[in-house]
């Protein structure tokens, strides 16, 4: 196995803030005995945002570094499957080894515990969600807001979108993953996995290990509030930065040229209050450049709230997140570009090997369980 030592952007992994005394209080206690599980996946329809890199590409690098040395299980995945609920274009294959190069350049190192693969690789994942979609319900899957949003306005809606949440459960209960790293708009599908779960625990005995709730995943990624983390949408700071909005300038993607990266922090939308100051609500703009600020520079959102506390010049406070913004993007694209599609095929054999060993055999209980087997 290849062993990596890319860490130019270790502080960031190191220093994610409120970590020490989250996992003292609630975490360590009981689970030094218990090897457990931390699982998560990346969609690769296009290049990630930076939001995508703070909710949850960021948080599973540095969980993954710290918690495989102590034996748990990681799991980082390629939800290929989930991709084509949407057209995918000529590149997807570059961009799917390209989103696990990422994970590599932000300063994960390799070790027998982390296993990569790619989920339509591990055919398990289609079988189970095809049994869970005996188990889960049209009104619950009605409810998810990212059917709603996804569907809003469409003449006609492929099933994928609407059953997309169960494949996810079932990339989740496969692997008895305790803890997933995503953002605040992937709690919902958490939360319907953990429900999918116990119902099928109910019905059959103990075959599922249920997902830690969503506030708890939150507090395991050292977001001390138990809120998720939502990266703002730079020109409309009311909606989540995504990939699939149009507009370049509303969003950063992960190998922008940082120069043209500062210029959108620049040029982001804030408010007229001239008042910096956190509040989600009012002024989300303002908000979530101290978000970004505090996640990359590694400074407990706290504090980078009280150095700006009161100041009125919006321009310096954008400055300063540009320079973080663009500091950032030139270390971590070269790092990118040290990294070989060999190296990642490499990973993916083993990676793949492992995950269907251990997913055919959680199959197998739930097979059984339905008499199927
Ligand atoms: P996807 O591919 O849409 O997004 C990947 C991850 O990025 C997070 N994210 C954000 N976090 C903060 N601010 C933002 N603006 C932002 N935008 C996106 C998402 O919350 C997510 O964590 N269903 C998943 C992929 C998936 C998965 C899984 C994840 C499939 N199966 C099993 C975990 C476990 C998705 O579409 O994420």
């Known amino acids: ?134 188990v889960a319900t049209t009104g619950e899957l009605g409810r998810m807001i990212q059917f709603k949003e996804k569907s809003a306005g469409q003449k006609s809606v492929n099933v994928g979108i609407f059953d997309y949440p169960v494949l996810m459960a079932a990339d989740i209960l496969l692997y008895s993953a305790n803890y997933v790293p995503v953002g605040e708009d992937q709690f919902q599908h958490i939360e319907l996995t953990r429900d999918i779960a116990i119902r099928v625990n109910h019905k059959f005995g103990d075959i599922f290990v249920i997902p830690e709730k969503s506030a708890d995943q939150a507090k395991f990624m050292g977001i001390v509030n138990g809120d998720g983390i939502r990266i703002r949408d730079l020109t409309n700071p009311e909606k989540k930065m995504s990939k699939s909005t149009i507009g370049d300038n509303s969003k950063i993607m992960l190998l922008d040229n940082p120069e043209k990266a500062a210029k959108k922090i620049m040029s982001a939308t804030t408010d007229s209050y ?75 054999e083993v990676g793949e090997a492992y995950a269907n060993d251990a997913a055919d055999a959680k199959l197998l209980q739930l097979q059984k369980a339905f008499k199927l087997r």
């Open 274 to 348: 001239a008042n910096i100051k956190y509040d989600m609500l009012n002024q989300p703009g303002i908000s979530n450049l101290l978000q970004i600020e505090s996640l990359l520079t590694g400074v407990p959102l706290q504090e980078v709230i009280s150095t700006w506390a009161g100041e009125s010049h919006y321009g310096d406070l954008k400055k300063k997140v540009a320079e973080s913004v663009s500091t950032f993007l030139a270390n971590f694209q070269a790092d990118f570009q040290a990294i070989s599609d060999e190296q990642i095929y490499e990973l993916l």
């Open 1 to 134: 196995m290849i062993k990596y030592s890319h860490g130019v952007l270790a502080h960031l992994v190191e220093r994610f803030h409120g970590m020490e005394e989250v996992r003292s209080s609630n975490l360590l206690y009981s689970t030094t005995f218990i090897m457990k599980t931390i699982l998560t996946g990346v969609r690769v329809n296009s290049e990630p945002t930076l939001g995508n890199f703070l909710g949850a590409i960021l948080p599973m690098v540095r969980l993954a570094n710290e918690y495989s040395q102590q034996g748990w299980q990681v799991n980082i995945f390629v939800p290929d499957l989930h991709s084509i609920i949407s057209e995918v274009d000529g590149d997807f294959q570059k961009n799917l080894v390209n989103s696990i190069k990422y994970y590599l350049a932000a300063g994960l190192r390799i070790n027998e515990n982390i296993h990569i693969y790619r989920q339509s690789y591990v055919p398990a994942h289609s079988e189970m969600a095809w049994i869970l979609n005996c």
